[in-house]
């Protein structure tokens, strides 16, 4: 598949050519089409060759990718084909990269395999942050089945409290002597006490 921009400053009649192949996969049971080889023309020449990596999807569907790029920083899906390459020398990136090379129907692309990956550090992150709230969330539940009701009835009565005479009189004038012999008791007024039965 090539890609033909002609004359753009010094660079005459450059062309961008795709190397695609397509093979049978006994496994998935159907085609695949994959990107081997990306070459820069310029000149009547081939002056760069970068070899891809993970450049594939079905025959029936088209390859789409948000960066195809030379440099690291983009996951360099393409690698110069030599060490001592000019390749070396070019900085290429497809932004907004789609490609299809067999079963194309009324100039459409089909169906894209994208190439984002199902395990993105963002999409990681939700998953550990869900798992830890479904881990509180079953804590939470079990502690509520294995909670115990505490069924309390409380039986209140107004009784009169004993208490034995204390050397502190400041509070005399809440209190009245009890007739009694022997020790000297007093009773404090309007006292309650309950009874709580478990």
Request: glycine share 4%; hydrophobic share 40%; proline share 3%.
């Amino acid at each position: 598949l090539s890609l033909k921009f002609g004359d753009i400053g010094n660079l005459k009649g450059l062309v961008i050519r795709f190397l695609l192949t397509t093979s049978y996969y006994q496994l998935s049971v159907q085609n695949w089409f994959s990107l081997h080889r990306v070459q820069l023309l310029y000149n009547h020449s081939a002056q760069a060759t970068f070899n891809a990596s993970r450049i594939y999807a079905p025959a029936s569907y088209s390859y789409h990718c948000e960066r195809v790029s030379s440099l690291q920083r983009y996951d360099a899906l393409l690698i110069p084909s030599s060490a001592n390459d000019v390749s070396k020398l070019w900085e290429v990136t497809f932004i907004d990269f789609q490609i299809q090379g067999f079963n194309i129907q009324e100039g459409h692309f089909a169906y894209a395999k994208d190439c984002a990956s199902f395990f993105s550090p963002a999409i990681l992150m939700g998953l550990v942050m869900s798992l830890i709230l479904l881990l509180v969330l079953a804590y939470a539940l079990h502690m509520l089945i294995h909670l115990k009701s505490l069924d309390r009835h409380y039986e209140c009565k107004a009784s009169p409290a004993y208490f034995v005479q204390m050397k502190d009189n400041d509070m005399g004038d809440e209190k009245e002597p009890l007739r009694s012999s022997g020790n000297e008791s007093y009773e404090l007024r309007n006292q309650q006490f309950c009874k709580i039965y478990i």
